[in-house]
T-cell receptor, first 114, second 113 residues
Framework: EPEVTQTPSHQVTQMGQEVILRCVPI?????FYWYRQILGQKVEFLVS????????KSEIFDDQFSVERPDGSNFTLKIRSTKLEDSAMYFC????????????FGSGTQLSVL | KNEVEQSPQNLTAQEGEFITINCSYS?????LHWLQQHPGGGIVSLFM???GKKKHGRLIATINIQEKHSSLHITASHPRDSAVYIC???????????????FGKGTKLSVIP
């Protein structure tokens, strides 16, 4: 069964450093998302991306965050200057065209900011 | 923004029991998602429903739009069903196409052999 792939599974970085989290969505999917979950807390929406542009973003997704689809397969989340509070599990998700389609999640990247 | 409440927060069941997990939300929506988060952290989408009932294997999800309430039922529960079950809703009146979801805190289910 096709799956969403995320790399790395665990990323450790120093506060203030830039990180790029990578995702390979399912090949025929057109809508891409990033969610995050701080340890012990609810899952939170960050951003949705369609047709090479952001379609929705949350208050969390400030100027320190950016997303990109640099080629036909990868979907990346960049955090320019990481803060301690950015430590979380980051999930990429994708779905097919249509308004009633299930999301397919990657297994997540655990980001630890020291 | 919608407020999403799930109950119970924790649930322990004996293998074979019928399980019900509840989700209520504060403002009208076009669709509701049920997700399963495995003990290892991975998330699987179980259902997306906008009315009535959906069934997949031993899982049944129902929604009552007027009462702003949804339930997830598991029949003949099994230890492999042990996970956190999360409901999530899009912004009020946003249409089913929005996946800017507000998530509940989840219900942690433990099924004992």
């Amino acid at each position: 069964e096709p799956e969403v792939t995320q790399t790395p599974s665990h990323q450790v970085t120093q506060m203030g450093q830039e990180v790029i989290l990578r995702c390979v969505p399912i090949s025929n999917h057109l809508y891409f998302y990033w969610y995050r979950q701080i340890l012990g807390q609810k899952v939170e929406f960050l951003v949705s991306f369609y047709n090479n542009e952001i379609s929705e973003k949350s208050e969390i997704f400030d100027d320190q965050f950016s997303v990109e689809r640099p080629d036909g397969s990868n979907f990346t989340l960049k955090i320019r200057s990481t803060k301690l509070e950015d430590s979380a599990m980051y999930f990429c998700a994708s779905r097919e065209q249509g308004s009633n389609e299930k999301l397919f999640f990657g297994s997540g990247t655990q980001l630890s900011v020291l | 923004k919608n407020e999403v409440e799930q109950s119970p927060q924790n649930l322990t069941a004996q293998e074979g029991e019928f399980i019900t997990i509840n989700c209520s939300y504060s403002v009208g929506i076009s669709a509701l998602h049920w997700l399963q988060q495995h003990p290892g952290g991975g998330i699987v989408s179980l259902f997306m429903l906008s009315s009535g009932k959906k069934k997949h294997g031993r899982l049944i999800a129902t929604i009552n739009i007027q009462e702003k309430h949804s339930s997830l039922h598991i029949t003949a529960s099994h230890p492999r069903d042990s996970a956190v079950y999360i409901c999530a809703v899009p912004p009020p009146y946003s249409g089913a196409g929005s996946y800017q979801l507000t998530f509940g805190k989840g219900t942690k289910l433990s099924v004992i052999p």
